[in-house]
């Protein structure tokens, strides 16, 4: 492992990237890599494709899925899966995968400053937090997508975010994510 690497494997903070910057799939992967320890996770993309502001993640599975990456996959554009799914969801994914960390996806909203970014966070994810809608945490690992800025109803999610927007956030977030499976493979395989 890296000097880079044994540097990152401390931090417990969220990390912040901008969709446009350089080496933002780059940084996508090497974060996910450090806070997954080296395991391939299962894959949750939280998101309707009703909304262009909360299909982010399920475009992300979408990608993913396009990808033929290596590992359980729930959420794209085909099937979603909502944040009121999840109650539903989780007695099943500790039943299929009860050992395997959880990488969660979602969209969410923040300053005007923010738009654009991609948080990358160790811990679990609060689906729904945004719009004032309370679901229990999920997940080990976290990204979440700026899409739209908050406002006092919570709902320019849902009329102001722009499509490119949305597409660009989640190739960039699905290609880090592959990096980092690839990465995991070649930590795993390395003697």
Known sequence: ??????????????????YRAEYTKEGIARILSTYLCEEVPVILCIGSDLVIGDCLAPLVGS????????????????????AKELPKLEPFLNKINPHQKRLVIDAAI?????????????GALHPGSGVNKRFSPIGDVSILGIV???????????????MKLIYSMAKTISDGICLALNLISQEKYEI
Not at 148 to 159: F, K, L, P
């Open 1 to 18: 492992m890296n000097r880079f690497l044994k540097k990152v494997k401390n931090l417990t903070m969220e990390t912040t990237f901008h």
């Open 63 to 82: 990608f993913l899925r396009e990808q033929k990456i290596s590992t359980f996959l729930y959420g794209t554009l085909q099937q979603t899966v909502t």
């Open 110 to 122: 923040g300053s005007k400053e923010e738009i654009g970014t991609i948080k990358v966070r160790r």
């Open 148 to 162: 739209a800025e908050r406002t006092v109803t919570g709902y320019s999610i849902h009329d102001l975010t722009r």
